[in-house]
Each structure stands twice: as C-alpha cells, then as structure tokens.
C-alpha cells in the first residue's frame, strides 16, 4: 500500500462518566453501595414508580461544580435537569435525569504533563454535566437474565472533550490523568474495578494523499472501563480505518456518517453496533418534578476556595522546590495525603533530597506491601524527617535506615532511639574500622593484587574490598571513611 506518500493525523475526542463519591443516590436516599444483594438499595424514586418525587443530593451537585472548576469550566449560574427517553429493560422510567442545552459547566480545558522542557498538552473540555446512572442486566442467572437496580440513580459526571487528543496513548494518559485529578478532589474513588469511571472515546483519522484531505468517519467505542481497553480499542481504530480507507477511499465521514462500536476485548477488535439510520432520538424536554438550579456567587466562591492545588502543579512544584526527579514527584504527588505527609516532613527540618529517596525507595515499599498508602502507614512526619536526617548526616547508612523504617512501623520511638537500642548507629570509632580495614586487606590478597594493576579491574577489586570491610563491621562502618581509610592504606601506605 501507498503509505509512505499519506498523512494520517488521528482525531480523539473523549466522554467519560465518573461515578461520585456521594453516600446517597442522585435524586433519593438510598445508600450507593456496591455489592449487595440485588435490588436491596431501591427506593420508590429510583424504581421509577409513579407519583415517586425525586429530589436533587446537594453534595454531588457540589463535587460536580469542584470538577468543573478544576477543569477550569465556566459553571452556569442556572441549570436544569432533562429527561433524556429511551426504552431499556435496566431503565425503569424509561428515561434518565440528566442535562441537555444548559450543563452546569462549560468551555474548560485539562492539562496534559509533557516531556521534560516542553509545554503542557491542552485539552480542551466542552461541557460536563450531572446525571443518573441506569441500574445493571444480570447474564448468568440460572433462569435467564435479571435486572439489578441497586446502581440506578448512582450520580455520574459526564465529561466531555473536544477531539484534542492525537494518539491511542495520549488518550491513556488523558484517562489516568483524569483519575488522580478526580481522586485528588476527594470527589470520586475513580475505582476501574467497580466501573466507577468510563470511557467513550470517538476516533477518526485525516488522511491526506497528494494534496486532498480525507475524514474517516467517526467511530464511538462505547463503555470501555480500563485503561488498556482505552489504548487498545483506540489503537484498534486507527489501524482499521486506515485499512478500510486505503481500500475504498469512499470510506469517508460525509458518505458514511458516525458509527456506534463495542470493543471485544477478548477478540481484540472493535465491532459496528448500529449505524447512523438507528440512532436513538432522545426526545429531551425539561423535567417538571425538577426546580432549575441557581448558583449564586457567594456558595461558587466557596467552591473556589475549596479547590486544592492540582496535581500537575504540585508535581511540577515539587520538582522545583524539592530537586526531586519527575518520578520521584509524580509517585509522591499521586496521593493527596502522602504529598502532604511530604511537606509536613520538610516542614519538620527533613533532609529534602534523602525524605525524597526514602519515599521512593523504602516507604513506598512498605505501603505496597500493606495495600495502602504511605500517608496511611501510620508513620508521623516528626520521625520520617529525623530518619532523613540521621542518614544524611552519616549518623546511619543509607541500608541501615530501610531496616529502622521497617521497626517504625510497629515501634513508636524515635528512629534514633530505636538505632541506639538496636545498635544500628555507624561507628564513630576510627580506630576499630581501621582494624576492620586492616583485616580485610590481610584476608583477601587477590583483591589486593587486583587493585594494584589499575584500570577497570582495580574499581571492582577496592568495591570489593570496602563491602568487606562494611561486612565485618556488621555494617556499623561508616561507608565514607571505610572509603577513605582503605584507600590511604592501599595507596599511600603500599598496602
Ligand atoms: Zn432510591
Ligand atoms: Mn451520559
């Protein structure tokens, strides 16, 4: 195929709806909860009985307006709820409550980290908005299929974007990115496992050959809820509308107009679920048991005020004030309370550049290891600042704080009362690391010899040669003047 002479240019835009940390549903009182025993969390409004009055849960309607904001969206200071009809068994008013032509917020934008030096990737946000979600078919009941409605009426926020996004990978990041940002709001659990946010992302390409633009059409895939399935379903789309392109270059959005597609994970491929003639027509109108919401500016600058720093700052922030690289700042960063642990800890005299390692290399293990969260390790920043500070001022090797991390996490003391008591603190004894340096020259003449050939050989042998000593030592040798007592002896004394 001609390939080498096209310019294919993907075209991503994204919807995604995010499940709200609220206690109650959207428009009743029952209990969001996942898990429990079907249809045990209903309620006369979200079984759609008749004469049933929903009324709207202010606290989503609030984290709503705090995504908006984060999104940096203007928020409509009046909004409605619509009626959007539709007839699906796990539907039961055959409609859903959500917002048509006035959604509580509008015309934002996200921004993407970039690579080093490089500006941060726009991503514009057309509208978001507030809804109910529907309840949940049940496949693998012995006597067919049943209809659980415990979700029904969960409130979802609908985000949608302008088709920015240039690549199946970029709309990844977007998607991961949008998880820590709703996740550090406090306003979503943003949990994959339990579906708590989906993606519908919309692809097509511009492909331009010999001076002539052509628009695939677009392809939805509908409902993808991990990340992989994201990058792969979009990946997916890219290949095959440009295969299909490049056998019928008819295959364009002005013939064949927007297609609706599933994504087959298990087939790897995405498969047309109906074309444009079956398009639902919602029939949207105003819902008339709903008031209209008015936002008055005093509660929106509240709202404001509430708004944290975002973790795109805060990370880029950290890299500037802290000198620590951009893993160090992204892993750190990712968890509000761990980030904050963070600074608590610099704020208590830590040694910044060492807090940073120990977060990355030690403390972060000891979360993983527990399933948790660094901050939720029980540690106080008064102790984490002193364990950073007893290794960079020699006081304990770098080995030798990993294991008083591990005591802390179960012994209350200081860490320096824990080394004391443990005998962990290096050795401020020269005299008895000189004998160690002494014993370990005499018992490995090899390494010796090696050392005085010089080059490559020699580094390793005096690498060696320390370990040996700081063995001896029960790692109580302190590493810079074993280095600096077995050189002296090996070079200027001849061994
Ligand atoms: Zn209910
Ligand atoms: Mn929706």
Redesign the pocket.
């Known amino acids: 195929m001609p390939r080498r002479s096209l310019q294919v240019r993907p075209i991503v835009g994204m919807?995604i709806?995010v499940q709200l940390n609220t206690r109650s549903k959207m428009f009743c009182r029952c209990p969001v909860e996942f898990g429990s025993e079907p249809n045990t969390r209903v309620c006369p409004v979200c079984l759609g009985l008749p004469g049933a009055l929903p009324v709207m849960n202010q606290k989503a309607f609030e984290y709503a307006v705090i995504v908006g904001l984060a999104l940096r969206c203007q928020i409509s200071r009046f909004t409605k709820w619509d009626r959007?009809s539709y007839f699906y068994p796990d539907l039961p008013k055959n409609y859903?409550i959500?917002q048509y032509d006035l959604p509580l917020a509008a015309g934002g934008y996200f921004e993407l980290p970039a690579d080093k030096g490089a500006r941060p990737r726009r991503i514009r946000i057309i509208r978001a908005?507030l809804?109910e979600d529907a309840g949940k078919n049940v496949h693998d009941l012995a006597g067919g299929t049943g209809v659980d409605l415990n979700r029904a009426g969960t409130p979802?926020l609908?985000i949608v974007t302008e088709p920015d996004l240039v690549s199946a990978e970029e709309a990844s990041i977007f998607a991961i990115e949008l998880q820590k940002l709703v996740t550090y709001l406090g306003v979503s659990e943003g949990n994959m496992q339990k579906a708590q946010m989906r993606f519908e992302p919309n692809v097509n390409l511009s492909i331009t050959e010999k001076g002539t633009e052509y628009r695939t059409p677009i392809a939805e895939v509908k409902n993808l809820n991990s990340f992989r399935a994201l990058r792969d379903a979009v990946a997916y789309e890219i290949r095959r509308q440009l295969d299909t392109w490049a056998q019928d270059h008819d295959y364009v959005l002005d013939k064949v107009g927007k297609v609706n597609c599933g994504w087959r994970e298990e087939l790897g491929r995405t498969e047309i679920q109906r074309t444009k003639e079956e398009v639902h027509d919602y029939r949207y109108f105003p819902d008339p048991d709903l008031m209209p919401v008015r936002v008055d500016e005093g509660w929106l600058g509240r709202m404001q005020d509430r708004l944290p720093e975002l973790p795109i700052s805060r990370r880029a922030r950290f890299v500037r004030e802290y000198g620590l690289n951009t893993a160090e700042a992204d892993m750190i960063v990712a968890d509000r309370p761990t980030a904050d642990l963070f600074e608590e800890a610099i704020g208590e005299r830590a040694d910044t550049a060492t807090l940073g390692r120990q977060f990355v290399n030690f403390w972060a293990k000891h979360a993983n290891e527990g399933d948790t969260t660094i901050a939720s390790l029980g540690v106080e920043a008064t102790r984490m600042a002193e364990l950073s500070r007893m290794t960079a001022a020699g006081v304990i090797s770098a080995t030798t704080a990993q294991t008083i991390a591990g005591r802390m996490l179960c012994d209350p003391r200081p860490p320096a009362e824990i080394a004391r008591a443990e005998g962990l603190e290096l050795s401020r004894d020269v005299s008895a690391v000189e004998r160690f340096v002494d014993q370990a020259i005499t018992e490995n003449s090899k390494a010796v010899g090696d050392f005085k050939t010089g080059g490559k050989k020699s580094e390793k042998a005096f690498r060696y040669l320390q370990g040996r000593v700081i063995q001896l030592s029960r790692g109580s040798a302190p590493p810079q003047l074993v280095k600096t007592l077995l050189r002296k002896k090996l070079v200027d004394e001849g061994g």
Do not use: I
């Open positions: 919807e709806h959007k859903q959500s908005h809804e979802l609908e």
